[in-house]
């Protein structure tokens, strides 16, 4: 991919731009700027508002093809889409699991009967997903997973616990890894399903953050179920599917995050010229070496992007977690070095944090989930170099 954009590109940069001016305000300015790391609690049903705002106009499922609904942009549009909006501070996506997880997989792997299900309901931003893969003893080595689902007349019953579960307080669906043979090699016997969230036999129990709010939770399933056509793909090949949904997670809109990234890193630049660290000679070193960092990245994103093949990864595209991991966690510890001792101090009453402190706390989290940083090795070894698997 060309990392300069046409004119036409730019004209559409210009469209979105304006229209992002023009409808985050109003009842919308409340949410500029929110919904980010460490704030994703707030304001859920004013965000929720703006994905319907965003479903109205047309601006979900911009990638999608046509004849599901979407509105088959090209990549270098969609590109221009996710950075614009994190520019113009649009808040943190509720439907963001939805749309950039959930629909791929679904257009992908999916039946026509759940195309037509399951995508109008997140392309207008009414459905709320979450993502049930990780177990108390299935984190990184999601093979592991442990929940059982049986085929019962024409259901799936399913009993088993999630855990780290984002948003699933304020989910409708949950698309989910379980196992549904238990006699099976591990990677075999999984099946990837569809499971309501607002049901008896759903107990979801958030987990609270060092950074105060709660995130993300524990969902524990005591016979809960969902139809039996709710299975993406065959039964069995849940592995295959879910390794295609992880995939699709390093779409276009890693380009909106690395935005955020510039809003985030323009902030600690503001700190340091505010509070005279500029002039500290380390510190500027260690700000023009974020800058860097941020640049690779979106070279190596634009580069990945152009290699993409549907559901498989480049080679180049499985370094880009580990990478953005670190690049975030360190760009953490340079915020609280730039604040000094005001990093320790809130400013009062409420005694709510800054961003930048919510910020470094959540950074915490980053190289361990998605993958943890030695996961993200072992894949980069095992898949991208062909070196021998690690001994179990």
Known sequence: MDARFSKEDEAFRREI???????????FEVVRGRG???DEHELFEERHAWERRLGEAGWIGIGWPAEVGGRDLSLSQQVVFYEEYARAGGPGRVGHIGEGLLAPTVIHYGSEQQKKRFLPGVRSGDEIWCQGYSEPNAGSDLANV????EQVADEWVISGQKVWTSG??????CFMLARTDPDAPKHRGLSFLLVPMRQPGIDVRPIVQITGDSEFSEVFF????????NVVGAPGDGWQVAMGTLAFERGASTLGQQMLFQNELDQVIDAAKANGKAADPVIRQRIAQAWMGLRIQRYNALRTLSQSHGAELSREAMITKIYWANWHRNLGKLAMDVLGP???IVSGASYQLSSLQR?????????????????????????????PREPR
Not at 222 to 229: L, P, Q
């Open 359 to 387: 910020m470094y706390l959540f950074t915490r989290s980053d190289t361990i989930y998605g993958g943890s940083n030695e996961i993200q090795r072992n894949i980069i070894a095992e898949r991208a170099l062909g070196l």
């Open 36 to 38: 980010g790391p460490g």
């Open 342 to 344: 005001q990093a320790e």
């Open 168 to 173: 699933a307080a304020t989910s409708d669906w």
């Open 146 to 149: 442990q929940t059982r689902a």
């Open 17 to 27: 731009a304006g229209w992002l001016e023009q409808n985050l305000s109003g009842e």
């Open 222 to 229: 005591n016979e809960a179920k969902t139809a039996a056509e």
